[in-house]
């Protein structure tokens, strides 16, 4: 719980007042050109290690400076070898998540599990007391996401999902801040509507992800839990395709291209249409359908409208008819901005200056040492990860949902509800 828990910052910080006159400090807590103290240092423990965890979270104890990898954790015994050679020195290795949590040294747990994870670590991350940075997507399912804002929220922790593209100058389009404070002028009008598509710069990398439908049992690899990487979902006969990168293609462990790419694309596009608190009030879908149960495939567009009129609209490119030529990226009754930086009239963007910046994003170092919530926070997350959602639901069921931003349901449709709230395999549980 969060009030037991006595983090080596803050040991350190209370220790210091009480410190004798004959204690001996080592010098790299002392400071100094060329040292960090340990008390600057936020720590974490990795909890995943194949593909983006050992990419991207797992970080190497360099020798002469304080640790930052404290653990690693992962049910492959193959990946955690790995991972415990890139963290080096100062670092253990877990096979079971729930023993990390017992630590109290560690500031922050990474999560870089596969999706079907992500709700249940995180949410046991909060109540004992632990910042979380997640990989995208944030959650599998929109009532996963609910239950993770409930309990960042009631445990006071900061949560960021791992996706920059909203503080940063964005490859397809440019800078998110200016595309949101243009929003915000009024000078595109209302409603609007944002294409996101190859054309822009965007690949739904669908064939990439696709799910396989002729997949045989095969033995399990002697280093991997399965029974554990499987956790609350459903029982299938192992397949390699199941497990490790291509797990994205399937629906019990993610959402195919949506899930791998859609918050990536998805959260700037909201943070620039000001949406972080709602939702869409409808999503549809043109796909091949009946959708297969158990492997994600290919669709032609997705299309998510917002109560006030404000639309997305998602081309794949990779099954049905391509996008038209030529089509702004916003549009408005006012004015359109294209991929290229054209605006309709010209000069736009010079009447920005007039106007007031939007606020400024927090990132997750410094909301772990301020306490502030970052740009992209818990809540931020959910509803950009609840666009993703949308879509994978409205892909597999083909035909036009109806959603209460507010109460987070379908209106009167019980298969959506279902997808939007699986139950989870015993003894796992939100």
């Known amino acids: 719980m969060p009030g037991s828990r006595v983090s080596r910052r803050r040991f350190l910080q209370s220790a210091g007042a009480s410190i004798g006159a004959f204690t001996i400090v080592p010098r790299h807590v002392l400071g100094g050109r060329g040292y960090t103290p340990p008390s600057e240092v936020i720590t974490r423990a990795v909890i995943g290690t194949g593909g983006m965890g050992i990419a991207g979270h797992v970080t190497t104890?360099?020798?002469g400076a304080p640790p930052v990898t404290l653990a690693i954790c992962d049910v492959d015994a193959k990946h955690l070898a790995e991972g415990m050679k890139k963290a080096g020195r100062s670092?253990?290795?877990?096979?079971?998540w729930r023993k990390v949590l017992e630590r109290r040294d560690i500031d922050t747990i990474h999560v870089a599990t596969p999706p079907h994870w992500h709700a249940l670590?995180?949410?046991?991350?909060?109540?004992c007391g632990f910042d979380v940075l997640c990989e995208k997507p944030l959650t599998r399912t929109i009532g996963e996401g609910a239950a993770l804002c409930e309990a960042v929220r009631r445990y006071g922790r900061v949560l960021q999902v791992n996706t920059h593209f909203r503080f940063e100058n964005y490859y397809a389009f440019g800078a998110s801040k200016m595309l949101r404070k243009l929003v915000d002028s009024g000078l595109l009008g209302k409603p609007l509507t944002v294409r996101v598509s190859r054309d822009h710069g965007f690949d739904w990398k669908l064939k990439m992800w696709s799910g396989r439908t002729d997949l045989s049992p095969q033995p399990v690899p002697a280093e991997l839990n399965y029974e554990m990487w499987l956790g609350p979902a459903p029982v299938k006969p192992y397949h390699a395709h199941r497990v490790h990168q291509s797990f994205r293609g399937y629906w019990d462990y993610d959402g195919g291209g949506l899930g791998d790419m859609g918050m990536h694309y998805l959260d700037p596009v909201?943070?620039?249409?000001?949406k972080d608190d709602t939702s869409p009030v409808e999503a549809s879908a043109v796909a091949p359908w009946p959708a297969h149960p158990d492997a994600a495939?290919?669709?032609?567009e997705v299309k998510l409208v917002y109560a006030d009129g404000d639309t997305i609209i998602l081309k794949s490119g990779e099954w049905g008819a391509p996008d038209a030529a030529g089509q702004p990226f916003i549009s408005g009754p006012k004015g359109k901005v294209f991929a290229n930086y054209r605006t309709e009239p010209a000069g736009l963007f010079d009447k920005l200056a007039a106007f007031p910046d939007p606020p400024p994003l927090v990132n997750f170092e410094t909301a772990v040492r301020t306490r502030q919530q970052p740009g992209g926070n818990v809540n931020a997350a959910h509803r950009s990860c609840t666009l993703v959602n949308l879509a994978v639901i409205a892909v597999r069921l083909g035909r036009t949902l109806k959603f209460d931003p507010a109460s987070q349901g379908f209106e009167g449709d019980e298969e959506a509800n279902r997808l939007a709230r699986p139950p989870m395999r015993a003894p796992w549980h939100l």
Not at 91 to 96: F, L, P, R
Not at 270 to 274: E, F, K, S, T, V
């Open 121 to 127: 670590i995180a949410i046991a991350a909060a109540q």
């Open 270 to 274: 909201q943070y620039i249409l000001g």
């Open 91 to 96: 670092c253990e290795a877990y096979d079971d």
């Open 297 to 300: 495939g290919l669709w032609d």
């Open 61 to 63: 104890n360099e020798e």
